[in-house]
């Protein structure tokens, strides 16, 4: 679904942040009654394994960690995108 071409290795799914963001626009339209983490959740879901784990893998580069779970930290990732774009500033 979100696949795209930004830079990684051949045959690597890379999610933009722009395809991030459409994804997360497009889910919100049809579920309005969702708060920001469900929503985020349905993007992630709806995301194949590779674009998971990437999302995955740069939350947890953002916030220096090792270890955790692989689709709650794409989940968070996705609502950090969300927040940085709405807000200007990652609180």
Avoid: K, W, Y
């Avoid at 795209?4 to 459409?22: F, K, Q, S």
């Avoid at 590779?50 to 580069?61: G, S």
């Amino acid at each position: 679904m979100l696949a795209g071409t930004g830079p990684g290795r051949a045959g690597e799914a890379h999610v933009t942040r722009d395809e991030l963001v459409m994804a997360f626009a497009l889910t919100r339209l049809d579920h309005p009654a969702l708060d920001l983490e469900e929503i985020a959740a349905l993007v992630v879901r709806r995301m194949g394994t590779d674009q998971m784990v990437q999302l995955a893998a740069q939350n947890l580069a953002t916030r220096d960690e090792l270890r955790s779970d692989a689709f709650a930290a794409a989940v968070e990732h996705v609502v950090r995108t969300v927040l940085l774009l709405r807000d200007g500033a990652d609180d």
